[in-house]
């Protein structure tokens, strides 16, 4: 399989019938707001098969999640949220030094409960990276997590790619705050 012009062999993981690309996760923050607003989600990734987006218009989504896997579907979890960044007017794009996008969601905006506030993709000297900010945290964190996974799909290329942190990953992991670091490509990840 050939991702955004590259000819690296993906690393896939076949999951309920899906063949989903593994990327290494560089950083994962989710903290979870008060009162059941708010809150925080970064999630950072340098991987050369992060593809960049085809114009500011291509929507993207970012989902996290916590695998719950059940026997009928190991790529199960009823612990998620999405966030997308669609909008094509709030996207930016730098063809020099090395290609660029960038999300902003303007401050001039009413700001709804749950926004990407910025995302940034972009070539750099060492493959593709990604970072992607949101206002909020959907997941239920009244207990620790343990692994947590984050999908990112693409509007119009129609690719997904998935990082997983383990436990092996875990810096700190109590209610209402997660955050890791170093998650490997070639993690079975779920579709």
């Known amino acids: 399989m050939t991702v955004a012009g590259t000819c690296a062999t993906l690393s896939v993981a076949t999951v309920a019938g899906a063949q ?7 950083k994962l923050v989710v903290i979870k707001g008060t009162g059941g607003e708010g809150g925080k989600t970064v999630f950072v ?17 970012l989902e996290v999640f916590v695998p719950t896997p059940t026997p009928e579907d190991p790529g199960w979890s009823d612990n998620k949220f999405s966030t997308g960044a669609g909008v094509p007017s709030y996207w930016r794009y730098r063809r020099k030094p090395r290609e660029a996008y ?25 493959g593709r990276y990604i970072r992607w900010e949101a206002n909020f945290s959907g997941l239920n964190m009244r207990k620790r997590l343990g692994t ?13 790619l998935c990082a997983l942190f383990g436990p092996d990953t875990v810096i700190e992991d109590r209610p209402g705050r997660f955050i890791a670091k170093g998650a490997p490509a070639g993690e079975i990840c779920y579709g």
């Open 102 to 126: 960038r999300y902003t969601f303007p401050d001039s905006e009413p700001e709804p409960v749950h926004r990407t506030t910025k995302v940034v993709i972009k070539e750099t000297a060492n």
């Open 45 to 61: 990734s340098r991987h050369p098969w992060i593809a960049l987006p085809y114009s500011v218009s291509e929507p993207l989504y």
């Open 20 to 26: 989903v690309p593994t990327i290494s996760g560089a």
């Open 148 to 160: 947590v996974g984050v999908r990112l799909t693409y509007g119009l290329h129609g690719l997904r």
